[in-house]
């Protein structure tokens, strides 16, 4: 099939103003409140957080000098600039986490230890004394101090410290302003003077997040807990996935072929590699360490060597059978763990414990990254804690994935992605609850949600499809078929993979690939797993086994990363935003599980298992006469709106056969975890509109304003010419990779005429800068199941377009 490069998408008339979102209206008053019942109760609260930071202040008094910070239920959806400078009114109070939707639970610093003001103000609304309405009040349930027990993180829930015990912490502090923060750190570092109870052994300090790395004694960590600055503790955590190895295949008459030498890098952060493997050796870049426990860069826990190889080779067994192993791309390796034993002997990969992993993260990032002769454009990250998970009640972002989402941002050429994550459904069913409940627990039961850094909004997260059902059997005699249950069939998710929604609603994970499947039976009580579910993958100790085999998202991740490297290969100047883009135009759900509830609840289920499917290289990278990419990659100011227009064949329609339309919007927006209410800094969407002139499109958009609109973005005049698209536009404008598709499976009955208009949005959500430009990558693809010639037609008017303008 003859291949071609991509079209240009034509922009019409440049970009036009949108109307300005105007301040919060008023606040609605509570059902059933009583005025005087509220002033008691609240006044009360009040009072109560007075006292116990008196108590905070007292105790630690002459070694640090507290913050008060304190917590405000909102009971509605309000304004957040106005809410802001309303809250600021009350004593000088400074938002520092902001609930999801704005209604909830909002983090404040108070400059007013005793709440004069706030108390002052709310008897001047409750009627107790004259003066002003403050009706602001008509949004606040209450307010009171955070307690103790939502700052404890699950793994201490699970393990709680033992009296007189010394362990590792990660401490995170509210984002304070810097010198508060700064202050309140260098008071805390002083609070001990014997380093056998309590030392601060590393920090990271980024826009979004404040994180310590503390050795401390149980109760030095209990004592630490009253402390009003504390956001959050936990226990260090442990990478989510288990090496071991087995096997070996003679590969001396195997071709080992190095990369291109102008081909580009990808760096792997995990536990180093095995740079002297024979199937590595020849592409690796560089390597380096940024852990203190192992001095060799060497890989010992043997994940690093496992991930390195599907992401230079992408399928393993492929180039086994082809007896051909031609590295794609040059291989870096951060290394951030080691390996230890177990009690059992088996080697775990863990993190120094002096470290936090988010320093040394973002030391390997910021140290290979910067260095613009390694040519890196992708970086794989295939580990995840899984105490982390997003569940409904806390949609705050994880520290981890914050820190991702912010060098992501500023490394705007580089794709990040991230493995979503493994949970074995025998930790909560048997066998056979296994197989009647499969695939739905993926989406029921909350433990199968993503967990960090699979959160990271700017990363492509991946989940697990499984490949073709295979069995291993150890003995001489025949094989046990019979005896072996595999849970998935072919491309279904991969019965350990976790799910979304993300932060926000956003769809995560995006993509998925093959990592492997569980191929079960029940033996003598016990679970059983059958290896033939497990991917082939690259030994750490090549002198022994050259293969080890696995299975987990650990490992379609990298498969992701093999492909954004091929495709960086070619286009090597362009932003993580195109590659990303092409990826996400390239994908398709290849097998819709059999998921429960109505269509929408099984399309909904879907998305939050497969995002937007399983990619393929020679889509991403080709036009072909059938099915044609046309990519606009550009910038657009907040709150303004840019339009786009392309005609289409009248032999697209006309011709028998199902018809597909998909856009494809990426961008990559600043990030601010505090940020409940919205994560990102701006948010873009696309609307798609078929026989109405781009002049009438613009005109009417002129005219909207959101503030009357909300959600709905489509002017009423231009409903009946909207191409109703697939995930619809609240789902889809929830992240920073979208997706929108309408497929025509049979001939509709009134035909979608040319022009074809795609009106891309950008909505500002907390951005200060006006001038802010935000960076994005769309593209609209039309494809044909039959073969018919598109191609040509459509290269033609756009050419003429393009030379118009």
């Known amino acids: 099939m003859e291949v071609y490069n991509h079209l240009p998408l034509p922009e019409y008339k440049g970009s036009m103003q949108r109307r300005k979102r105007p301040g919060g209206g008023g606040y609605r008053f509570p059902d059933n409140r009583k005025k005087a019942e509220y002033y008691e109760k609240t006044v009360s609260e009040a009072n109560e957080i007075a006292k116990s930071f008196k108590e905070v202040k007292t105790k630690f008094k002459g070694k640090i000098n507290p913050h008060l910070i304190y917590r405000i239920k909102v009971n509605q959806s309000v304004d957040y600039k106005t809410f802001e400078k309303t809250l600021h009114s009350l004593g000088g109070l400074t938002v520092l986490s902001v609930a999801e939707d704005k209604k909830g639970y909002w983090v404040v610093f108070s400059n007013d230890e005793e709440l004069e003001v706030f108390k002052n103000k709310l008897a001047q609304y409750s009627g107790i004394k004259e003066g002003k309405k403050y009706d602001f009040f008509n ?69 979004s997040f404040a994180l310590l790395r503390v050795k401390m004694t149980t109760e030095i960590f209990e004592e630490l807990l009253e402390l009003k600055e504390i956001a959050r503790i936990d226990r260090p955590f442990y990478p989510s996935f288990r090496p071991y190895e087995y096997n070996q295949i003679d590969i001396s008459d195997f071709e080992v072929l190095p990369p291109y030498d102008d081909a580009v890098g990808i760096l792997i952060v995990d536990s180093g590699i ?73 080697i775990r990969a863990v993190y120094d414990e002096e470290k936090l992993l988010e320093s040394q993260i973002y030391d390997a990032i910021k140290t290979f990254l910067d260095n613009p002769e390694y040519k890196i454009k992708a970086v794989n990250l295939s580990f995840g804690n899984v105490s982390d998970i997003l569940k409904g009640e806390n949609n705050r ?102 799910t979304g929604f993300g932060i926000n609603g956003m769809i995560k994970p995006e993509l998925v690939h093959f990592g492997g499947n569980l191929i079960l039976r029940n033996s003598h009580g016990y679970l059983m797993e059958n290896l033939g579910g497990n991917m082939t993958l690259l030994s750490n100790d090549p002198m022994e086994k050259l293969f080890s085999f696995h299975y987990g998202t650990s490992f379609a991740a990298p498969q992701i990363t093999h492909l954004a490297g091929l495709i960086a290969n070619q286009f090597p100047d362009k932003s993580a935003n195109f590659i990303k883009n092409l990826l996400l135009q390239s994908a398709e759900i290849p097998l819709l599980p059999s998921f429960k509830g109505n269509k929408n609840q099984k399309l909904k289920s879907t998305w939050r298992v497969l995002g937007y499917g399983f990619p393929d290289y020679e889509k991403a990278i080709h036009s072909f006469d059938n099915r044609i990419v ?11 709106i840019k339009v786009f227009t392309v005609n289409l064949p009248k032999t697209f329609f006309e011709t028998k056969g199902s018809k597909r339309i998909s856009v494809v919007l990426t961008f990559n927006p600043p990030t601010r975890a505090t940020r409940g209410d919205s994560y990102l800094g701006n948010r873009m969407e696309f609307k798609l509109f078929h026989s109405v002139h781009p002049d009438e499109v613009v005109e009417k958009y002129s005219e909207i304003n959101l503030a009357e609109v909300g959600d709905e973005t489509t002017p009423a005049s231009l409903k009946r010419y909207e191409i109703e698209l697939v995930p619809g536009a609240n789902i889809r404008k929830a992240g920073c990779h979208q997706k929108g598709w309408k497929e025509y499976k049979r001939e509709p009955r009134n035909l979608p005429n040319s022009p074809f208009t795609l009106v891309l949005i950008n909505s500002n959500k907390w951005i200060d800068d006006e001038n802010y430009k935000q960076s994005y990558c769309v593209s609209l693809v039309v494809e044909h199941s039959e073969e018919i010639q598109l191609y040509d037609a459509i290269r033609m008017e756009v050419q003429q377009r393009v030379r118009i303008r």
């Not at 990040?416 to 025998?426: D, E, W």
Request: glycine share 6%; charged share 30%; proline share 5%.
């Open 630 to 640: 046309l990519l606009d990659e550009g910038e657009i100011g907040l709150d303004e």
């Open 397 to 498: 972002q994880f520290p981890l994935a914050a820190l991702i989402d912010e060098l992501a941002q500023e490394y705007s050429d580089v794709v990040f992605i991230v493995s979503a994550g493994n949970q074995h459904p025998r930790n909560f069913y048997e066998l056979e609850e296994i197989v009647e409940n499969y695939p739905h627990y993926l989406v029921e039961n909350d433990d199968f949600r993503i967990i960090n850094p699979a959160t990271s909004a700017l990363s492509l997260t991946v989940g697990s499809i499984a490949s073709e059902a295979r069995y291993f059997d150890p003995s001489l005699g025949g094989t046990e078929e019979n005896m072996w249950v595999p849970i998935a069939k072919e491309y279904e998710p991969s019965p350990f993979t976790r």
């Open 274 to 346: 095995t740079s002297n493997h024979p199937l590595l050796e020849k592409a690796v870049g560089r390597e380096e360490n940024f852990q203190e426990v192992e001095k060799e860069t060497q890989d010992v826990a043997g994940h690093g060597t496992a991930v390195a190889g599907v992401a230079i080779y992408g399928n393993i067994e492929k180039c086994i059978a082809e007896r051909e192993f031609a590295a794609s791309n040059w291989i870096f390796s951060a290394k951030v763990m080691y390996g230890e034993k177990d009690l059992r002997g088996n």
């Open 139 to 207: 949004a606040i349930d209450g307010i009171d101090d955070i307690p103790k027990e939502e700052k404890i993180g699950e793994l201490i829930k699970k393990e709680p410290p033992k009296p007189r015990e010394v362990n590792y912490f990660n401490v995170e502090l509210w984002r304070m302003e810097d010198e508060d923060l700064f202050k309140f750190i260098s008071q805390l570092k002083n609070t001990c003077d014997d380093p056998r109870k309590f030392q601060i052994t590393d920090q990271l300090i980024t826009r």
